[in-house]
Nanobody
Framework: QVQLVESGGGLVQAGGSLRLSCAAS????????MGWFRQAPGKEREFVAY????????RYADSVAGRFTISRDNANNTAYLQMNSLKPEDTAVYYC???????????????WGQGTQVTVSS
């Protein structure tokens, strides 16, 4: 089992930055793809970014490409999402997730955190 705990969310003005962290316990993350998803009120959970187990491959949703950066520190069993140039439409609960095997953009990951709220004011 893998337990994931997100942190770093909060309230920020448009144009600001936040850095989300996802700390894992239970098992080492070094063999897992890590993903970030988000869900706004009344909307489905959507893909934000993923990073392959070795950090060699990343992918971003078009809506965040160029503004968000996903990274990981396998030694500390932690994944990160650096969010810059935030927009009000980025407001959502952000979830980190982990899966083995090929990375993916669908919310079919095996393990999920509880989520952290990000609110961007205009």
């Amino acid at each position: 089992q893998v337990q994931l705990v997100e942190s770093g969310g909060g309230l920020v003005q448009a144009g600001g930055s936040l850095r989300l962290s996802c700390a894992a316990s239970g098992r080492t993350l070094s063999t897992y793809t890590m993903g970030w998803f988000r869900q706004a009120p009344g909307k489905e959970r959507e893909f934000v970014a993923y990073i392959k187990w070795d950090g060699g491959s990343t992918r971003y949703a078009d809506s965040v490409a160029g503004r968000f950066t996903i990274s990981r520190d396998n030694a500390n069993n932690t994944a990160y999402l650096q969010m810059n140039s935030l927009k009000p439409e980025d407001t959502a609960v952000y979830y980190c997730a982990a899966k083995r095997g090929m990375p993916g953009v669908f919310p079919t990951y095996a393990y999920w955190g509880q989520g952290t709220q990000v609110t961007v004011s205009s």
